[in-house]
């Protein structure tokens, strides 16, 4: 009797919480929300997205998953006045636009974006370093087709990935202003050379991890990991 007077007692202290950190469930459709975060995995639309954050309610959260949806772009505004720590915008298909601008709320706060998956094309870059906090960028199987010189420009990012999209070139200097970074992954892309500096990586980290296997990489320029000390590089498969 103890045990299930335990188990209810519990359970009540959850929907409880739960009711104190979440917006009104049927004001807050199509997405969902627990003391974990929020989820809008079944959003049909930007337009269903901005509603939704319109709601009233609590706007500080922990996680948010927009995940398998069919949202098709990710403007400015559509978050509304919600914050949040760590973002997982995946696997959307029709996603083929995501502005950084849409996450200025949560700007100071952020330590994880995941845009993996989805259909984006373009990627403002140099944004990232107006996201003080982060330290994963998670760009993986989209269709980016060039990353410019001087892309990536952060002190604190540990992980970066751009794994399986269609990248045909690397600018100079792409990732040398990453100090902090531990992991580059830039595993099955379409790279064929690899001109010079660009994988001069500026990270001092003694466990530095660069993957550049999968992929069509034939030719490496001399100076193309000019000044980078990487306790791990995997050329494999290419």
């Not at 050379?193 to 660069?210: D, F, I, Q, T």
């Amino acid at each position: 009797c103890l045990l299930v007077a335990a188990a209810l007692c519990c359970s009540g202290i959850l929907v409880v919480a739960r009711a104190r950190s979440c917006p009104e469930a049927a004001d807050f459709l199509p997405c969902t929300c627990d003391i974990r975060g929020i989820g809008c995995g079944k959003a049909n639309s930007t337009a269903e997205l901005t509603k939704a954050f319109r709601t009233d309610g609590p706007k500080e959260h922990t996680d948010l998953w927009i995940q398998r949806s069919t949202v098709e772009s990710f403007p400015p505004g559509v978050l509304g006045d919600f914050v949040f720590r760590n973002v997982y915008i995946e696997v959307n298909t029709n996603l083929t636009s995501f502005s950084l601008q849409s996450l200025n709320k949560s700007r100071t706060f952020i330590v994880q974006l995941s845009l993996f998956g989805n259909a984006l094309t373009t990627f403002a870059y140099s944004g990232i370093r107006d996201f003080p906090k982060l330290t994963m960028l998670n760009l993986g199987k989209n269709r980016l087709e060039r990353i410019p010189d001087h892309a990536f420009q952060h002190p604190k990012l540990k992980k970066l990935v751009l794994s399986d999209n269609p990248i045909q070139a690397v600018g100079a200097y792409a990732f040398s202003a990453l100090p902090e970074l531990e992991m580059l992954r830039l595993t099955g892309t379409r790279v064929t050379r690899l001109g010079n500096y660009a994988l001069s990586l500026g990270s001092r980290v003694p466990k530095l991890k660069v993957l550049l296997s999968g992929g069509n990489l034939a030719s490496l320029s001399p100076l193309a990991f000019s000044d980078t000390r990487a306790q791990i590089l995997c050329l494999g498969q290419n």
